[in-house]
C-alpha cells in the first residue's frame, strides 16, 4: 500500500519559516517526480513545486526564491522549506506523486495534508 504521511505545518507570524515533510512507503517513489500542492479556502489548488527523479526542481512564480523542495533518498522523505512566509500562504499543503510531469492529479497517491497559518 502506497502511503505519503506528512508532517510539520502550524502558526508562524509572517516572515518566519517552517519545513513540512512528506514520508513515502510502499512505493519506490525515488524514480518518480514529488511535486508540493497547496488548498486555501475559496480558492483552487495552487501548484507550489516539483522535483523530477533526476532531482530537477521547478517553482511557481508565487513561491520562487523562497520555497525549496528536496529530498532525502535514504529516508524516503521529500520536504519544503517554507521561508519569508506570507499571509497569503495561508492553506492546507499536500505532497503528491504525480503519475506524468509535476503536477498530481486527483487520481494520483496524495499526503493527507498538514495546515499551514501565517498570521501575527
Do not use: H
Request: include cysteine; hydrophobic fraction near 35%; proline fraction near 3%.
Amino acid at each position: 500500500e502506497v502511503q505519503l504521511v506528512q508532517s510539520g505545518g502550524g502558526l508562524v507570524q509572517p516572515g518566519g519559516s517552517l519545513r513540512l515533510s512528506c514520508e513515502v512507503s510502499g512505493f519506490f517513489y525515488a524514480t518518480f517526480a514529488m511535486s508540493w500542492v497547496r488548498r486555501a479556502p475559496g480558492r483552487e489548488d495552487e501548484w507550489l513545486c516539483g522535483m523530477y527523479n533526476d532531482g530537477s526542481t521547478a517553482y511557481a512564480d508565487a513561491v520562487k526564491g523562497r520555497f525549496t523542495i528536496s529530498r532525502a533518498s535514504a529516508k524516503n522523505t521529500v520536504y519544503l522549506q517554507m521561508n519569508n512566509l506570507k499571509e497569503e500562504d495561508t492553506a492546507s499543503y499536500y505532497c503528491a506523486i504525480p503519475a506524468y510531469g509535476l503536477r498530481p492529479t486527483k487520481d494520483d497517491y496524495w499526503g493527507q495534508g498538514t495546515q499551514v497559518t501565517v498570521s501575527s
